[in-house]
């Protein structure tokens, strides 16, 4: 038996190809994934280690920044005196670093990266954990001099003695650049520029006598741990913050370790559609193996094998053909993995492939994902194999099962789609999201797996409709194309499943997507009565100066700042709620149009008050007057009397956890050193649109990182935010395409292999080449769209499904992507065209005497 096995898949081995494509596409997504997030991983494991003191002691803050505030938390620079003292200490070293500068050069263009790293701000205080070393030049003295990274210089065409402006939080200034500095580590894609501490601490900070960490070196033979008691103890162990170089090269890790993951799920994401899609594929492969095998298996049947060993026997194939995709997949996830290393270095981020990180993880997943995948697509066939007959030696060995009963799919498919449909139901129902959230997760499952079930059962009636005009548009090629479409439902379904699962994904979240757009649109119009806002590019906060240019612009009539901070509340019901809090001129209502269900604008902005959402103040049990503990970043906290609750479709709580704001006064008495993230702009009374635009554009030349939008520009920005979710849903499209096409293109070709005979007594009965092209084509396009049409249909479901999902979080609109579901129908047959081009060629080039002889 094994050498039977063995043999048979050598002699097939052409025709599950395909199939180890689908296996190969599966684990190279897993496997490249893997070894890009574990080599980007310990590339800044090292980098922070290396570049960490023995012990870091910073400012304490115990509010994360989700939105930025531009506040930057400080501590004394005297401090580093006291800290020399202790002993054990062999150095210590006030530093300076801001992140978020705009640097720009002699033509007011931005010099920073455009790819959203930051510009870093650092005083220039060399030491063997330096992460960069002086290249050329020399070391920066005094306020109008410093230094730039050569990778900057050499991206943007900057010398030494070239001129730089540094917008800094506390103002502009012009510097010198005297020298430039090489990355000794990896340089993790930011701009770095270097001045002499005193220039950094009253440029960067505003505060002479101010640092934003210390950065503390042991003496030889002092323990980390030992060092960081003692400082503790120096400066008083609840004031700031300590940590040793561990505990800091962690910390850092665990910041980068957002944007790690995100790129890992997302390829984990495409992983299991590939997984998902390729899973049909193998199924539908192998089932056509063993129908089109039924006489060779009766004959081993007839010979002595019994059921298990023919069943062994399927698997073992199976085993191979999973063993060959995963050992190519291993590889081609290296390379996958070497080309997001590359294109981090076209970002900005230079990580050695040399040292890619290959670990023993990673081909334990390879092989358990490539084998797992394999095994359980052929188990069904291989049990189906070990119930063939030994009669079946002597029966004409032809499609085997298509005319076996559907019951137990149309039962089963019936239950798991009625329990698929009363989760989506009880999903729209739900006024709660996380428990709508979880519903529609377990109704999208049941549903999908419901159409995979039900497929087969829908062949007949959906393909008839949809084929109905080929016998009057194609003749007798049509009907005979038709017809093989609803040969074998089970087949047909199984082919259009991968297809469809892509489509109904894509169809579901195109159908959120564009129902957020609407969403966010109608709330932009209800909203926002600015003529302009004024933002930075990357939503981060922008100095003082920026607004008071433009309030001095000719034709400003009114200028309502907006500032961020991150805030803490204890609620009457016991919870404590960390959130992004939002402060606000008193003029607010000129410029924003927001619904107060209790209270108005007076009252919300009133120093000590503060504005809530209505749904959020009824779930925690808080009311007009009720007063609130609020902690605030720097450890400062007050107690804020409610004044007015909203409703938050039309708050300007833009989409923070409660909906929480107030005035400006309160935040800068609790909160000081922020920075303004927007202004509202009205035009005076005779100034008009066109030209308050012109003039804030010219104001704001010298501001490269700023930008003037108005109500159209908004909604732009809005909807190029969303496009990303879409691109990524485009690209899972793509894969299942891809996966889908070599699907079809298996069915068929193997479909061809089964009907040799058939096509030859066609042809031999008059059908010409070309006519057997275009049937074996109409076939494979009525198969497309078939997967096409249920994939629409699941997906629209899931799409309204999910638009009542976002309308808990006041995204009430729903719409749909009509274009977008013309396109996909238009592309499915498209797909079917391109899928059928070999099969049909191969079909047409059969020998005739020698496919009616085929047995």
């Not at 640092?211 to 162990?237: E, F, I, N």
């Not at 159409?451 to 049509?478: E, K, W």
């Not at 410029?591 to 902005?605: D, E, F, K, R, S």
């Not at 308050?692 to 809005?718: I, M, N």
Request: net charge neutral.
């Amino acid at each position: 038996m094994l050498k039977a096995t063995l043999r048979s898949f050598l002699a097939h081995k052409g025709r599950l190809l395909l199939s180890a494509l689908a296996v190969l596409l599966s684990v190279a997504f897993v496997t490249g994934s893997l070894i890009f997030s574990d080599t980007v991983g310990r590339t800044f494991d090292r980098l922070f280690a290396s570049t960490a003191a023995d012990v870091t002691v910073s400012p304490k803050e115990d509010l994360d920044e989700a939105v930025p505030s531009g506040r930057t938390a400080t501590l004394p620079a005297a401090l580093a005196e006291r800290v020399r003292r202790v002993e054990g200490v062999a150095a210590a070293r006030a530093e300076v670093e801001v992140a978020g500068l705009t640097v720009t050069d002699g033509n007011n263009e931005s010099v920073s990266p455009t790819t959203g790293a930051p510009t870093l701000g650092s005083a220039w205080l060399p030491s063997p954990r330096s992460p960069v070393e002086l290249s050329s030049g020399r070391a920066p003295r005094g306020p109008a001099e410093a230094l730039l990274d050569s990778e900057t210089a050499g991206r943007e065409d900057v010398d030494v003695g070239d001129t730089l402006t540094v917008i800094a939080p506390p103002g502009s200034f012009r510097v010198r650049v005297v020298g430039l500095v090489t990355f000794t580590t990896t340089n993790p894609g930011a701009a770095r520029i270097y001045f002499d501490a005193p220039t950094a601490r009253a440029k960067l900070l505003g505060a002479p006598g101010a640092a934003t960490s210390l950065a503390v070196d042991a003496a030889d033979g002092v323990d980390d741990q030992r060092l960081k008691r003692r400082v503790a103890a120096a400066l008083g162990p609840r004031t700031y913050d300590f940590r040793t170089a561990g505990e800091q090269a962690e910390s850092d890790v665990e910041q980068l370790g957002g944007f790690l993951d995100v790129i890992k799920y997302v390829m984990l994401g495409f992983a299991g559609v590939a997984v998902l899609v390729g899973v049909f594929l193998i199924v539908n492969t192998f089932s056509m193996l063993i129908a089109q095998r039924t006489r060779e298996l009766g004959l081993l049947r007839a010979l002595g094998a019994d059921r298990r060993q023919v069943r062994r026997s399927v698997l073992a194939e199976a085993f191979l053909l999973g063993l060959v995709g995963s050992t190519l997949g291993l590889a081609a996830g290296i390379g996958l993995a070497a080309g997001l290393i590359e294109l981090m270095g076209l970002l900005g981020t230079n990580i050695d492939a040399d040292e890619m990180v290959i670990g023993r993880v990673t081909p334990v997943a390879a092989y358990a994902v490539g084998l797992g995948v394999t095994f359980v697509a052929a188990y069904l066939p291989a049990r189906r194999a070990a119930g063939v007959s030994p009669m079946a030696a002597l029966s004409d060995a032809e499609v085997a099962g298509v005319g076996r009963p559907l019951r137990v799919r149309a039962v089963a498919g019936a239950v798991v789609g009625a329990a698929g449909a009363a989760a989506l139901a009880g999903c729209a129902a739900s006024g709660r999201t996380a428990s709508a959230a979880s519903l529609l997760g377990l109704g999208v499952v049941l549903t999908l797996i419901a159409a995979v079930l039900a497929g087969p059962l829908l062949v007949r009636p959906v393909i008839r409709v949809l084929g109905a005009a080929f016998p009057t548009l194609f003749g007798a090629v049509g009907r005979m194309s038709q017809r093989n479409a609803l040969r074998n439902p089970r087949r047909t379904g199984a082919t259009a499943a991968a297809l469809m699962v892509g489509i109904a994904l894509v169809g579901g979240l195109s159908v959120a997507s564009e129902s957020m757009t609407k969403s966010f649109d109608r709330q932009i119009d209800r909203t926002l009565g600015a003529d302009f806002v004024v933002q930075n590019t990357g939503f981060q906060p922008f100095p003082r100066e920026v607004t008071d240019a433009v309030r001095d612009t000719a034709g400003v009539g009114l200028v309502v700042r907006g500032r961020f901070a991150p805030v803490a509340v204890r609620l009457p019901d016991g919870d404590r709620v960390e959130t992004t809090a939002a402060g606000y001129d008193p003029r607010l209502d000129e410029v924003a149009n927001i619904t107060y269900t209790h209270g108005g604008t007076a009252a919300a902005l009133a120093p000590g008050h503060l504005a809530m959402d209505r749904d959020f103040a009824r779930d925690h049990g808080v009311r007009v007057g009720s007063a609130l503990p609020v902690w605030f970043q720097g450890g400062r906290s007050a107690e804020l009397r409610v004044g007015a609750l909203t409703d938050q479709d039309s708050a300007e709580g833009f989409g923070t956890q409660g909906g929480l704001y107030f005035g400006l006064a309160t935040l800068e008495r609790y909160a000081p050193g922020g920075q303004d993230s927007a202004l509202y702009v009205n035009a005076a009374p005779g100034t008009g649109d066109e030209a308050l635009r012109a003039g804030l554009e010219e104001t704001l030349e010298r501001y490269p990182q700023v930008r003037v939008r108005d109500l159209a520009d908004y909604k732009q920005l809005v909807r190029d935010q969303i496009s990303v979710l879409l691109y990524l849903v485009y690209a899972l499209l793509g894969l299942a395409i891809i996966i889908a096409v070599l699907g079809v293109v298996n069915t068929l070709a193997l479909s061809v292999v089964e009907r040799t005979r058939e096509i030859g007594l066609l042809r031999a009965i008059g059908l010409a080449r070309r006519q057997l092209r275009r049937m074996i084509r109409l076939e494979s396009v009525v198969i497309a769209v078939f997967g096409a049409v249920l994939g629409l249909v699941l997906g629209l479901v899931w799409g309204v499904c999910m638009q009542q999902v976002l309308a808990l979080q006041g995204m009430t609109a729903l719409a749909i992507p009509w274009f977008t579901i013309v396109a996909v129908v238009v592309g499915s047959a498209v797909v079917g065209v391109v899928a059928a081009l070999l099969p049909a060629l191969r079909a047409s080039r059969m020998n005739v005497l020698a496919a009616i002889a085929h047995e």
